[in-house]
Each structure stands twice: as C-alpha cells, then as structure tokens.
C-alpha cells in the first residue's frame, strides 16, 4: 500500500518558536493532504486540508497564521506552528487520499510536538 | 459534528468475536465505510472498507445493511496486541474534497 511519512517524528521547542513538520507520500503523488491534531485519550481533529498549488482550507475555529500550511509539490506538504505555546504541544498526524477510487486515506506516523 | 457515533469502549476476552457497531445515518449515496485502527503514538492504520453487504480480508469482516445506516466490524478471534482504538470514518465531500471527520472511536481492551 501507499506510504506517507513525516518529519520529524518527535520535536520540543521553547515557547515563542516556530516549528515545520513535513508529511510526504512517497509513492504517489498527493494533490491534497490533509493535517490532524490529537490530544491524549482524543480523536483526531482536523485541521486543514492541503491543496498543492493554492491555499489550504482551514476547519472552523483553526487559525491559519498560527498554522501555516504549505503544499509545495506533489508529494510534500508542510506545517508550520508559528510562536508554538505549551497548549499547542499535541500529536500532528497528516494523510492522503489513494490514487483509487475507493476513498482511501493513508496515514502518516504523527509528530510529536511538545513546546516547553 | 461527526458523521459517525459508535460506542466508546469496549472490553473482550483473547480469543473472542468482537463486533463493533458504527452509526451512520446520514451517509450519502457515494460515501464508502471505512474502518481504521489506532495504537498510542500512532497514526491511524487502514483495516477494511466497503459500500455495502460484506466484505471480508484476511484480518477483519465489515457487515453493512441494506439501507448503510449502520456498520459492523467484527474482529474474529482477537488477542492483547488488538487493543486499540477502531474508528468508523465516513468521507464528507466538500468543495470538490473527500475528507473524513473522526468521531469518537471505540477504544477496545482485550483481556487475558
């Protein structure tokens, strides 16, 4: 099956930084991906959904300067937690739609973030 | 608001049947069923999907009624290394996007 990575796999940052986190597919090209973020004993939530070539689309009540979403080619999209706080430290997961017609999704590993 | 509603937890025995139940009322003509499995600091892993019927693979069977209201995942014979959370995703088309809104997920204890 299709794989996606991301990178990196674990980060902590000072408070007051910026962080990138990328989501590949390595063996498909992705037009769209899309970013989640989870919280411990959570559901995924999402955030955005990545467009290559234009601008992301952001869920209800997600800030989009706060979360900058990069889709630069098809196979790399990247986030960017903007003057990361501790209360944005959570468990980034991005996916992306198979080639197939049959609406699946794969899953990246999740990042990690933890801002002190 | 999540397309999906199943039970929150659930406990079973090693070497049990587990069934997991997904409702889903509001699902469109061309909205597929998918099921996914979730261990701690992990993403989310693919496990079956379907439209309607049955479908079956080497690890799971998916049972879907007539009118797809609802779903069923049945686990055949599960052991402690499938405790995890199982989520019944439903695609959402918007704007010309298919994406998936997760909802609770049950998360399943297997007991020894």
């Known amino acids: 099956g299709a794989v996606v990575s991301q990178h990196p796999s674990r980060v902590i940052c000072k408070s007051g930084t910026s962080v990138k986190i990328e989501c590949r597919s390595l063996?498909?090209?992705?037009?769209?991906m899309f970013w989640y973020r989870q919280f411990p004993k959570q559901s995924l939530m999402l955030m955005a959904t990545s467009n290559e070539g234009s601008k992301a689309t952001y869920e209800q009540g997600v800030e989009k300067d706060k979360f900058l979403i990069n889709h630069a080619s098809l196979t790399l999209s990247t986030l960017t937690v903007t003057s990361a706080h501790p209360e944005d430290s959570s468990f980034y997961i991005c996916?992306?739609?198979?080639?197939?017609?049959?609406?699946?999704?794969?899953f990246g590993p999740g990042t990690r973030l933890t801002v002190l | 608001l999540a397309k999906t509603t199943q039970p929150i937890s659930m406990d079973s025995y090693e070497g049990q049947e587990v069934n997991i139940t997904c409702s889903h009322n509001n699902i469109a003509t061309n909205d597929y069923i998918t099921w996914y499995q979730q261990f701690p600091s992990q993403g989310p892993r693919f496990i079956i999907q379907g439209y309607k019927t049955k479908v079956t693979n080497e690890v799971a069977s998916l049972f879907i009624p007539a009118d797809r209201k609802s779903s069923t995942l049945s686990l055949p014979r599960v052991s402690l290394s499938d405790t995890a959370v199982y989520y019944c995703?439903?695609?959402?088309?918007?704007?010309?996007?298919?994406?998936?809104?997760f909802g609770t997920g049950t998360r399943l204890k297997v007991l020894a």
């Open positions: 996916s992306a739609p198979g080639e197939d017609l049959l609406h699946e999704q794969f």
């Open positions: 063996d498909f090209q992705a037009t769209t």
């Open positions: 995703l439903v695609g959402e088309r918007t704007s010309g996007t298919y994406k998936y809104i």
